[in-house]
């Protein structure tokens, strides 16, 4: 079994993972600046704008080029085609540009319908590559499955928005379809952002933390318990059948599985110390508690606040360092090794942004939620602010890790865990 | 060479992640010195671990340096699988284990 055959272009899965990066500090800074957004009615152009940069830009940026790499990885298999990474890329960027303009300006349809025609392009030639890897896979687990299913997913989510978009100016297939919001919703932050993490977390928390021994049986029915929880609604959308509470408590079950499976993880950690950034990977889940209380009390707003700014972005941020410090590692210094010095994973990253990245973003998501809940314009502003600086600090950082000088004259330094 | 000097030189291979070497977290299972050949059997923390190449190239480039060396055979294996109980009192400290 040769795993060397695996590796990827650097720049394949690095152009997501900086546009990505870029992505955040855009939704970011646009907060800050109106953090009335926050406040306000959740569906105006402006606040969707917002959402769809969160989203498009960096989350499902972070992830299709993350999973570029991870599914080789995970799949123990080499990657279908590096050149249909490159136009997911540019297909997904373009669409995802079409779309946050379509909001900015005012919910322009044809503009939204293009850019989300495109992105679903993007999704679709980024499914194929996955299911074509999938395909030649030498190891087949959990993992690979629940990853697999975050990428068909994730094309679901885009084809479902581009419906939604169209049934607001198509009455006929608004009647055809009913509401596929909560729809496109659901496979988004479930099928596609939760699934994702839940699968690779298993993986790279494991392997980060030298976690042995840990089943995969929670992740295999976690995967099922979403699988089911979406079947039920897309039936209660397409035939208006009173399934919610049932899909509800299918994802509520796969939240309490995934919790079991980090708690498991954590504590066979053979690695006590939790450097910052996986300690925000670890923290994202506890996100997941008032995520189910908004949901099922209200304000329903706050809900969607702390699945996706604080689990979505928390567990994103948190693994961003780690596979963007891999790839750049085996990029820059990867042939030097045996010959000259080279620097740890930890070595790449600056110590004062992940320390300004983790202070900024623990203390900015509860508060972003809270803004929902306390309807306070101070909150607003206040969260909203430090959620920018952590998102520019993040930035600064993956820009550092792909081009800073990483002074391979210093001493070995402590493990990188320090 | 005695088999010492081989692994001395093993404790010079880092494992990029960890931040310690491959002879503290356990993932030298053999060392074998045969007139000016050698043979190292290791295994990785993980299967399908990503640092998979580039540590076998790290452990035979470092052998080859060794004076009087002519031939390296890095084998990484699986069986038996690595578990964190094969890591030296040191390893378990550097990861502050113990």
């Known amino acids: 079994m040769n795993l060397r055959a695996n590796a990827v272009p650097f720049w394949v899965p690095a152009r997501f993972l900086l546009t990505g990066a870029a992505s955040l500090a855009a939704a970011a800074t646009a907060l800050a600046l109106d953090p009335e957004l926050l406040l306000g009615y959740y569906a105006t152009p402006a606040a969707l704008a917002v959402v769809h940069t969160l989203t498009l830009g960096f989350a499902s940026m972070v992830l299709v080029g993350a999973m570029h790499q991870l599914m080789p990885v995970v799949l123990v298999t080499q990657l279908h085609s590096a050149r249909l990474g490159t136009v997911t890329y540019w297909l997904l960027l373009a669409g995802s540009a079409g779309v946050v303009i379509g909001f900015a300006t005012g919910y322009r349809v044809w503009l939204l319908a293009t850019g989300g025609s495109l992105a679903v392009c993007g999704l679709l030639v980024f499914a194929y590559n996955v299911w074509r890897t999938s395909r030649s896979a030498t190891s087949r687990d959990a993992v690979g499955a629940a990853m697999l299913a975050a990428a068909m997913y994730l094309t679901a989510t885009a084809a479902a928005g581009v419906l939604v978009a169209l049934s607001r100016r198509i009455p006929a297939l608004a009647d055809a379809l009913g509401n596929p919001t909560l729809l496109h919703l659901g496979l988004g932050l479930f099928g596609t952002f939760f699934l994702a993490i839940a699968g690779a977390g298993h993986k790279l928390l494991g392997m980060f933390v030298l976690s042995h021994g840990v089943s995969q049986k929670r992740l295999r029915l976690l995967t099922g318990a979403v699988h089911v929880g979406l079947a039920l609604l897309a039936i209660q959308t397409f035939t208006g059948l009173p399934l919610l509470e049932f899909a509800g408590l299918a994802l509520i079950a796969a939240v309490i599985l995934f919790l079991l499976d980090v708690i498991a993880i954590v504590r066979k950690r053979v690695r006590r110390k939790l450097g910052l950034p996986l300690r925000l990977f670890v923290l994202a889940p506890v996100l997941l508690v008032p995520t189910a209380l908004f949901s099922a009390v209200g304000p329903a707003p706050a809900a969607v606040a702390a699945i996706l700014f604080g689990f979505v972005t928390l567990s994103i941020v948190g693994m961003y360092s780690k596979i963007l410090g891999f790839l750049t590692w085996q990029h820059r210094y990867g042939a030097l090794v045996g010959r000259a010095r080279v620097p740890l994973l930890g070595e790449l990253a600056l110590g004062w942004l992940d320390r300004c990245t983790f202070w900024c973003i623990t203390v900015s998501v509860p508060l972003v939620v809270a803004t929902r809940v306390v309807a306070s314009p101070l909150v607003a502003t206040i969260g909203a602010t430090l959620f920018a600086v952590a998102a520019w600090s993040q930035l600064v950082q993956a820009f550092w890790i792909v081009f800073g000088d990483h002074s391979l004259e210093a001493p070995a330094a402590e493990p990188a865990a320090a | ?98």
Request: overall charge negative.
């Open chain 2, 1 to 98: 060479m005695p088999a010492s000097q081989v692994l001395e030189a093993l404790g010079d291979v880092i494992d990029p992640e960890l931040g310690v070497d491959l002879v503290n977290l356990g993932l030298v299972y053999s060392v074998a010195v045969i007139a000016r050949n050698i043979e190292a059997t290791i295994s990785l923390t993980t299967p399908g671990c990503p640092m998979h190449g580039t540590i076998e190239k790290d452990v035979l480039l470092t052998l080859e340096r060794l004076p009087g060396v002519e031939f390296v055979d890095v084998k990484i294996v699986w069986d038996p699988p690595w578990s964190p109980e094969m890591m030296t009192d040191e390893g378990r400290r550097r990861l502050h284990w113990i």
